[in-house]
């Protein structure tokens, strides 16, 4: 079945480092890939997406590219801020595959240190 | 900005005793959701609600759970008869559609803790 994998562990960073969260997925279809964020005391939020191969997605300088050769969907920030601190998850949903269902991998806790 | 709002932030329930989860979706979106995040673990498609019945639902979701829709702005999840591995944060969700156009908007979510 379709499924999301996130790189293990807390990612902990000083403000200004560049930050990189690797996410791979198997679907069997074409998946739609997205970034999820949960700040905080808060629900989860879409933080980008994209549809189709080598597409970019981007928002609030987090950057994503949909590598179907590499089955990927890396999410990077040049220069994070301590308001970056959040958990990040990886998600696709693979409408083709049958279902509408976005499945998730099991998220990075992001501290940033001032 | 429109919001998925949802009801209790925080329940605590006694093993066996019936729960109810409340969620308003965004207004004008036609498809539900329910997820859960076991704590530690990924976040986990539970079942999918359009024109008022199930439309998809995951081996997870049991004759223990059920949901409904009983007016125009409300979507509840019922667990019948809880148990401790149900305590969770579970997270409510809508869409207007199904295509890949589609952004699935989700609420803060309802931690429930089963003593």
């Known amino acids: 079945g379709d499924s999301v994998t996130q790189m293990e562990g807390p990612v902990t960073l000083s403000e200004e480092a560049f930050l990189t969260i690797n996410c791979t997925y198997t679907a069997t279809g074409y998946p739609s890939l997205f970034w999820y964020v949960q700040y905080p005391g808060e629900g989860l939020q879409l933080l980008l997406k994209?549809?189709?191969?080598?597409d970019k997605g981007s928002n609030k300088g987090f950057e994503a590219t949909y590598r179907k050769e590499t089955t990927s969907f890396h999410l990077e920030k040049g220069s994070v801020q301590v308001s970056d601190s959040a958990v990040y998850f990886c998600a696709l949903r693979d409408p083709l595959g049958g279902n509408n269902r976005l499945a998730f991998g099991k998220g990075n806790q992001v501290v940033v240190i001032p | 900005e429109p919001e998925v709002t949802q009801t209790p932030s925080h329940q605590v329930t006694q093993m066996g005793q019936e729960v109810i989860l409340r969620c308003v979706p965004i207004?004008?979106?036609?498809?539900f959701y329910w997820y859960r995040q076991i704590l530690g673990q990924k976040v986990e498609f539970l079942v999918s609600?359009?024109?008022?019945?199930?439309?998809?639902k995951s081996e997870i979701f049991d004759d223990q759970f059920s949901v409904e829709r009983p007016d125009g702005s409300n979507f509840t999840l019922k667990i019948r008869s809880t148990k401790l591995e149900d305590s969770a944060m579970y997270f409510c969700a809508s869409s207007e559609g199904t295509g890949s156009g589609n952004t699935i908007y989700f609420g803060e979510g309802s931690w429930l803790t089963v003593v």
């Open positions: 609600f359009y024109n008022n019945e199930i439309s998809e």
């Open positions: 207004s004008n979106h036609l498809y």
């Open positions: 994209a549809t189709k191969a080598d």
